[in-house]
């Protein structure tokens, strides 16, 4: 069947009905171009009968200029080649060309053209958009990373990056330092590279996203481990979250510091062993510092008696002004013999002393030292001798310290010159450094920073510093001693001298931070100081760590101190329990068996007794040790109406614990044999105790007398004597020998060596 035939008015009402939908079509359409960030042309002929504002706007034309002109108008010579040669009617897909904007400029952009029906006719729809800048965007991408590459291959740095763990590059440097093919190092985890007690601290950090600089210990592909100091930030590397890692190998550094530690502790312990009193004063005579042998020759027991006094609180009132005199001869730059004075104790008795004063510089100011001793007849060879050698180890201590300086410094001045080659290299990484860099000039006005400095003068002055801002003026200024201590170094570094040292300020929550700081100066081509430049990095966590640890330290030197007080104060109970004994004893061989027994607990307690009074607990000093057990052993058994003289020639000796107690009885029995036995045909006798030390630090101890020696054919080796036999046996325990001369009086003669511990 056929469709029936519609009358004139019906097509009519049904034209009309289409061209309605179609200006409705057309309407959205005009809308929707105007809200395109495209630009939408419609061709009819080639000719531009509607385009957009977005395409007036890429263009450069108002609408009414470009109504009514042809397409290849705007459309670059060169690029109309190609539109000839290319049925671009056909092509659905995008292309580029050339359009020339209003001004003549040549504008890259991306064209995409549709046949369409516009009002009826036949017509073409073009959408175009300028890429000029995305592709500017693209060559900034691979210039910025073949610029990153050139820097990381410059740096003497391992430099490497990895997404979360996984090693994805790196620089020559990188495998150089940990021993491994590029090939190796691809296939690897960056967590393999440090050591396996570290890892899980290395993970901590790349799952925290930390920017700080920290230690660890790497490992090569030999197995051998090395301390690194690490620097790592987080970046986008080819549009992916990754993570770039600067390693530096800081093994000489932690060797140095390890060594400076060493020479530091043994001048602390030459001053603290020193016999002679040793004061630093400030210019005014305030005392600043005390060994502990100032303390006992002026007669006070506690440091805190001495801090914060003068030195005038010490010396009788005539002379004030002889000290004065001698204060301005010396800041003249005299050099001042020794000098006798009376000091007044503690207790308010006088003794005579000689002193000499020294100019030197104590934290970093001005300040005298003095060194004084008592004069003592008897005792002033013995401290004459042992000043030679403090003198003597001082000067060997110096003479290394300043060579092991000498090569460290000449190192460290050729790798400055190497990184001043490389420092327009290194910007970047400089940049992503956690360390605080910056210059000055001589007028203190900044000349470069990295971002991290200027957010430490953020957070501690509430200020961000610019280009040639003045650090101590204005909004940059702290407290009147810092900023001195400050200029003092700046003005040292503009000096030509490296400075290196740690400060503190509060930020503006008051929390302090700390801060290892570098001043290091930089020369011109004539040698002069033109800048300084700086160099810092937080070390708060070190500070506060090692707080802690002295804290620690302190606890348990008390522990250690009270252990021995104990054992003294228990040795003293036992030593009175067999003195309460005796007292109900008739028998005359057991009472000198018990004081015999009282006299070797004595001469363990005085061990005790020196440990309790020192700082030092792995050491005794057995000089004032053997006085003492000498001395109560000569008023326990002197035989009645004799005169026994004591005669001693000691060398300053410290023993360890192990040696000290077997030593120290040693003495006790053979100097009790001697005190019983050796003067009873005489009225008089000498008893002469000797202690020497030679430089392989053997021990030659000898007890003699001149009485009337041991009865021939008897082996003092195999003996029923109890206190022989304790002899041998202790002897053998210090891993020593034993003689004896028996020709006038009896003489027994022990040798060991202090490094032997049982």
């Known amino acids: 069947m056929f469709p029936k035939k519609k009358s004139s008015d019906e097509l009519v009402e049904e034209i009309s009905k289409l061209r309605l939908k179609i200006d409705e079509l057309n309407d959205r359409y005009m809308k929707f171009s105007e809200a395109s960030l495209e630009g939408i042309v419609i061709l009819e002929n080639q000719e531009i009968r509607e385009i957009n504002s977005a395409g007036c706007k890429i263009l450069g034309y108002g609408e009414k200029e470009l109504i009514g002109r042809k397409a290849y108008d705007f459309i670059s010579p060169e690029d109309l080649a190609q539109l000839a040669a290319t049925n671009v009617r056909?092509?659905?897909?995008?292309?580029?060309?050339?359009?020339?904007?209003?001004?003549?400029?040549?504008?890259?952009?991306e064209i995409k053209a549709q046949d369409i029906t516009y009002k009826g006719l036949k017509a073409r729809a073009l959408v175009f958009r300028n890429v000029s800048d995305r592709r500017k965007v693209q060559e900034l991408e691979k210039e910025s990373e073949a610029r990153f590459r050139s820097l990381s291959e410059a740096s003497f740095e391992a430099v490497l990056i990895h997404e979360n763990g996984k090693i994805i590059d790196f620089n020559e440097t990188c495998c150089n330092m940990l021993g491994y093919s590029p090939e190796e190092l691809l296939n690897m985890s960056a967590f393999e590279l440090a050591v396996a007690e570290?890892?899980?601290?290395?993970?901590?950090?790349?799952?925290?996203?930390?920017?700080?600089?920290?230690?660890?210990?790497?490992?090569?592909?030999?197995?051998s481990e090395f301390f690194a100091e690490i620097n790592a930030k987080q970046f986008t590397y080819k549009g992916k979250k990754a993570r770039v890692v600067a390693i530096r190998d800081i093994s000489d550094r932690k060797e140095y510091e390890r060594k400076l530690k060493m020479v530091k502790d043994d001048y602390e312990n030459l001053i603290r062993q020193s016999p002679d009193g040793i004061f630093i004063l400030d210019e005014k005579g305030k005392i600043l510092f005390a060994n502990p042998s100032a303390h006992r020759i002026v007669g006070i027991d506690s440091p805190k008696e001495f801090i914060g006094k003068s030195i005038f609180d010490f010396a009788l009132p005539g002379q004030h002004r002889k000290i004065r005199e001698n204060g301005f001869l010396l800041k003249g730059g005299h050099d001042l013999p020794f000098i006798k004075m009376n000091v007044l104790r503690g207790d308010g008795s006088v003794v005579e002393i000689e002193y000499k004063p020294v100019l030197i510089d104590y934290q970093e100011k001005k300040a005298i030292l003095v060194v004084y001793?008592?004069?003592?007849?008897?005792?002033?060879?013995?401290?004459?001798?042992?000043?030679?050698?403090?003198?003597?180890?001082?000067?060997?201590?110096?003479?290394?310290?300043?060579e092991e300086r000498k090569k460290i410094e000449d190192k460290l001045s050729a790798s400055k010159e190497q990184y001043k080659e490389q420092s327009a290299k290194l910007n970047s990484i400089i940049e992503s450094s956690s360390h605080l860099?910056?210059?000055?000039?001589?007028?203190?006005?900044?000349?470069?920073?990295?971002?991290?400095?200027?957010?430490?003068?953020?957070?501690?002055?509430?200020?961000?510093p610019s280009i040639k801002s003045v650090l101590n003026k204005g909004k940059f200024i702290s407290t009147k001693e810092y900023n001195e201590f400050w200029n003092k170094k700046f003005k040292a570094a503009f000096d030509g001298k490296s400075q290196h040292f740690e400060t503190n300020l509060k930020n503006k929550q008051g929390i302090p931070v700390w801060r290892e700081i570098f001043l290091n100066p930089i020369f011109d081509e004539k040698g002069k100081v033109k800048e300084v430049s700086g160099i810092g990095h937080d070390i708060t966590e070190k500070k506060l760590a090692e707080e802690k640890i002295k804290q620690s330290l302190k606890e348990k030197e008390v522990l250690l101190k009270e252990v021995h007080h104990r054992v003294k104060n228990n040795l003293q109970v036992i030593s009175s329990i067999l003195n309460l004994q005796s007292s109900y004893v008739a028998d005359k061989k057991t009472i000198d068996l018990l004081k015999e027994s009282q006299n070797r607990i004595k001469s363990m307690s005085f061990i005790h007794e020196s440990l309790y009074q020192t700082k030092d607990f792995t050491s005794v000093n057995f000089s004032e040790y053997v006085q003492n057990i000498s001395n109560n052993l000569l008023l326990?058994?002197?035989?009645?109406?004799?005169?026994?003289r004591l005669k001693q020639k000691i060398d300053n000796v410290f023993l360890n614990l192990d040696l000290a107690i077997p030593c120290g009885l040693v003495i006790n029995e053979l100097m009790s044999n001697a005190l019983k036995y050796a003067f009873t045909k005489k009225s008089n006798g000498i008893l002469i105790i000797t202690i020497e030390v030679d430089k392989k630090e053997n021990v030659r101890l000898t007890i003699s007398d001149n009485g009337s020696g041991l009865p021939k054919g008897l082996d003092y080796r195999n003996t029923q004597s109890l206190g022989l036999q304790l002899v041998m046996v202790l002897v053998s325990q210090l891993r020593g020998t034993i003689s004896l001369e028996n020709k006038k009086g009896t003489k027994y003669i022990v040798t060991f060596n202090k490094r032997n511990v049982n």
């Open 437 to 464: 860099v910056w210059t000055v000039n001589k007028q203190m006005a900044l000349t470069s920073f990295n971002e991290n400095f200027a957010k430490s003068m953020q957070d501690a002055y509430g200020r961000r």
């Open 636 to 644: 326990s058994y002197r035989p009645k109406g004799k005169k026994i």
């Open 198 to 223: 570290d890892r899980h601290f290395l993970q901590e950090q790349v799952r925290a996203e930390i920017q700080k600089p920290y230690e660890t210990r790497a490992l090569r592909k030999d197995g």
């Open 373 to 402: 001793h008592d004069i003592d007849f008897q005792e002033q060879l013995s401290r004459e001798r042992t000043r030679y050698k403090i003198s003597e180890e001082t000067n060997k201590a110096l003479k290394k310290e300043i």
């Open 90 to 109: 056909k092509d659905k897909n995008s292309y580029l060309l050339n359009i020339i904007t209003n001004g003549g400029v040549k504008m890259e952009s």
